[in-house]
């Protein structure tokens, strides 16, 4: 015996029957709705559970038909007493942009209902088409009636309406549980369930309407704007009064190394617009001189998201109009395009100050390496006359003591680092640890890396710049770390003053 539960049959006057409607067990003289099935029935009304009716021999209908064939019942009935049935809305609406991607939008809605004069189940409507109920109205209206339990129409379906222009509705009962009474359906089939249009030739006439009313205030959207085109145009062509533009640059970029890059722009101008100009559809076309020269094309027209096309391997000059941006500057967006040519120039002009910088730092690293040799092999007064020389200082006559963690004298490793790290460096932090593991005061002066001589520099740093603060040459920011305040005091001789 079937285990499904369905709570509609067929009575045998052919009345989808309720179980609630009923005797109970076999003595309810009903059998199965599916045509694929009509197997007699048993009504299962007890205490306990929800009243159901049950196939009374084995079987594979899964009762699918029985909700669909009520709610058609329903449909009938309702139509024999006059009642109505709640309609979607109607609603259509239509957008377009115009020229400058501003969208114009229409839209307009019409509730309805439908008052059930006649409703007939399975009426063919077309070779290939039966609907699940047809129904009239008492105006005289007629409208095509699909229940959705399990299956929801596609698109062919929906398309068969459209082609012999009925209008559709679709009521959507595949959430309704399989217990729920007649009222309850009947409110739901009536009223309550979600339903859609399938086809409307009312929404279709509205559509039309608003298409057209919306396409009209396109077209004179657009009529405006191709007017303060044609002004633009006017000043253009005689090359006066003409607004301000910011001309779009070309650039290409190149590295130096893994921090450092470097870019080469130009920047394409025009120097005379010629008098010539053709109207089309997205404006006007003419053509100018950039630097006195080159002959390109010119497009202008109404700013948008996309630009007209252009025609390949030519040169042209893009003006966008926003007559809405109140700022000239911005008023016009310039795009340079089919200019592969210019910008493969640009690259050749990149590549080659590529190499000239690069042949500029392997020099400099070389000046910078033979000076580094050149003064570590030179003795205390050559160095002594090259710092002062940077200085712009006299020499000191007299050599002070060597300092072996420095590998220098006094007078050279304060000169030093004041010209290095002090000297013109305003705002400048400086650190006695930092200063005294620098690379290239080691460069210079050939000084021990090991840890004595390391600590015995940092020492004699600490005590020196805490000098130089106190003086009010560095402002203290860490216990030894400084802030350059005052560095090109004209009588300040780094050797001297402090000891």
Request: charged share 25%; aromatic share 10%; net charge neutral.
């Amino acid at each position: 015996m079937s285990e499904v539960k369905i709570s509609w049959g067929l009575s045998a006057d052919g009345v989808m029957r309720h179980i609630s409607e009923v005797a109970n067990g076999k003595a309810c003289g009903c059998i199965c709705p599916s045509p694929n099935c009509s197997s007699p029935l048993i009504a299962n009304q007890g205490s306990l559970k929800a009243h159901y009716f049950s196939h009374q021999t084995n079987t594979d209908c899964g009762g699918e038909s029985a909700l669909h064939l009520a709610a058609k019942q329903i449909l009938e009935d309702a139509a024999s007493k006059d009642e109505y049935i709640i309609l979607p809305e109607i609603r259509a609406e239509y957008s377009c942009a115009d020229m400058l991607g501003e969208i114009v939008a229409e839209s307009r809605v019409e509730l309805a209902s439908f008052e059930l004069l006649e409703a007939r189940q399975e009426v063919r409507l077309s070779d290939s088409l039966i609907t699940d109920v047809f129904a009239k109205s008492s105006r005289g209206k007629e409208l095509a009636i699909e229940i959705f339990v399990t299956n929801a129409k596609d698109t062919i379906s929906i398309g068969k309406y459209k082609s012999i222009g009925v209008d559709a509705l679709e009521i959507d009962l595949s959430r309704l549980p399989w217990t729920i009474s007649r009222h309850e359906l009947k409110e739901a089939v009536l009223h309550k369930a979600k339903r859609k249009w399938l086809h409307n030739n009312r929404i279709c006439e509205l559509y039309q309407s608003l298409k057209q009313q919306v396409d009209q205030t396109v077209e004179s959207n657009n009529r405006d704007y191709l007017s303060n085109l044609n002004d633009l145009v006017a000043s253009l062509s005689t090359n006066t009064n003409l607004p301000v533009f910011c001309w779009p640059e070309l650039i290409t970029y190149r590295a130096l190394s893994k921090n450092e890059r470097f870019a080469v722009t130009r920047v394409p101008k025009i120097t005379h617009f010629n008098e010539a100009w053709a109207q089309s559809d997205f404006g006007y076309s003419g053509t100018a001189i950039v630097e006195n020269k080159t002959i390109v094309n010119v497009l202008l027209y109404v700013d948008v998201k996309s630009s007209p096309i252009t025609e390949p391997d030519i040169p042209t000059l893009l003006i966008g109009y926003n007559q809405h941006e109140y700022d000239e500057k911005h008023r016009f967006n310039l795009k340079w395009e089919n200019v592969q040519s210019w910008k493969s120039k640009l690259e050749k002009i990149a590549d080659s100050e590529l190499q000239q910088r690069r042949l500029r730092q392997v020099n400099k690293s070389q000046r910078i390496s033979s000076f580094a040799e050149y003064f570590r092999s030179s003795d205390e007064p050559i160095k002594m006359q090259i710092l002062c020389q940077k200085l712009g200082l006299a020499a000191p006559t007299q050599a002070s003591n060597h300092v072996s963690c420095w590998n220098a004298s006094y007078d050279v490793w304060k000169t030093l680092v004041w010209v290095y790290k002090i000297h013109g460096n305003e705002g400048y932090k400086i650190d006695a640890g930092d200063i005294a593991s620098d690379p290239w005061f080691e460069s210079l002066l050939g000084f021990s890396t090991e840890d004595w001589a390391y600590e015995s520099r940092r020492k004699l740093l600490g005590a020196w710049l805490k000098k130089l603060y106190e003086v009010g040459f560095l402002r203290r920011v860490a216990w030894s770390k400084y802030e350059v305040e005052h560095c090109q005091l004209s009588n300040f001789v780094p050797w001297q003053f402090i000891r």
